[in-house]
């Protein structure tokens, strides 16, 4: 049997009966980074053999680790934190299990991505997990433009270094939406910073953000601060008082800090009706 095995993103009790029993019970622990991975072991007395999976080695690995299986091996595969796979090795070797006949089974557990919407406080029964964002800007852009329409919440993981960009770009391409951005979930310095994508942004600016951050933003239609029919009254009224309709997009687009493009296509429309 091949078990998937989540473990803390943080704090080390984030961890469940059944994963410290598996891990105690298998005959080999596929780990991340194995130095890692001893802590958590050290800290529950857990003595199993452990061996590294990796990026670096994913593939070739993924063959050896998947004849100890096919031999009636048990081994649990971890990541340095949280779920395997996610944003995480595991990916090779669990289609490799799969393909050979191997048993998988999810041990479930912590992932920041879970964490941080289970605080977020916007809506989570419709979600799109993003991950990273390209590092180089060019791309993010593109990337941020794609989700534009997208209504359900965005969850994305960023580098410290890289927070700031990231916010502000957002802030950009998708408005101003409501968003928390959460930093070092479960730990010492845990930290919830909720409010728009520009508040978020200059609140952080001329800081050095320091450990680790998940951002969720609200989807499309929620993160509108104003409902669609006050909307359209509105720019009806202005249309009606001889105003450009590039003027009326621009007024409506700064009030309300929407996306300009999405205000003038219904700019358009209410012009058309009259
Ligand atoms: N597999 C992990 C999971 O299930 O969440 C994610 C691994 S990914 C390589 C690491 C990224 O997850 C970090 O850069 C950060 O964006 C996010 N992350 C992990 N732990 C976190 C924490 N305690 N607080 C906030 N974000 C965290």
Redesign the pocket.
């Known amino acids: 049997m091949l078990y998937v095995v989540?473990t803390p993103?943080?704090n080390l009790e984030d961890i469940t009966l059944r994963a410290l029993r598996v891990l105690r019970e298998v005959d080999l622990i596929a780990a991340e980074d194995t130095r890692h991975t001893r802590k958590l072991l050290t800290r529950y007395e857990i003595d199993t053999p452990l061996t590294s999976y990796h990026d670096g080695n994913e593939r070739t690995k993924a063959a050896s680790l998947v004849k100890r299986l096919e031999a009636g091996e048990d081994i649990a595969l971890v990541?340095?934190?949280?779920?395997?796979?996610?944003?995480?090795p595991g990916y090779h070797l669990i289609r490799a299990a799969a393909e050979g006949g191997v048993p998988v089974t999810p041990v479930p557990g912590?992932?920041?991505?879970?964490?941080?919407l289970s605080v977020c406080g916007l809506a989570t029964d419709r979600f799109a997990f993003q991950?990273?964002l390209p590092a180089k800007q060019g791309k993010r852009r593109e990337t941020l433009r794609q989700l534009q329409d997208d209504d359900r919440t965005l969850v994305?993981?960023?580098?410290p270094h890289r927070i700031g960009e990231a916010l502000t770009d957002m802030h950009e391409i998708l408005g101003d939406r409501a968003v928390l951005v959460?930093?070092?979930?479960?730990?010492a310095y845990?930290e919830l910073l909720r409010g728009s994508l520009s508040q978020v942004a200059a609140a952080l600016d001329g800081t050095t953000p320091r450990?680790?951050?998940?951002i969720v933003v609200a989807g499309r239609d929620e993160a509108s601060p104003v409902n669609e029919t006050m909307l359209r009254a509105e720019i009806a009224k202005l249309l009606q008082a001889g105003r450009k309709a590039n003027e009326v997009a621009k007024l409506m687009t700064q009030t309300y800090s929407l996306v300009k493009r999405d205000v003038y296509k219904v700019v358009l429309e209410v012009a058309k009706r009259r």
Do not use: C, H, N
């Not at 990541?79 to 995480?88: F, L």
């Open positions: 989540a993103i943080g990541s340095d934190a949280g779920t395997p796979t996610i944003s995480d912590v992932s920041a991505a879970t964490a941080a991950g990273f994305f993981y960023e580098a959460g930093r070092e979930l479960t730990k845990e450990g680790e951050f998940v």
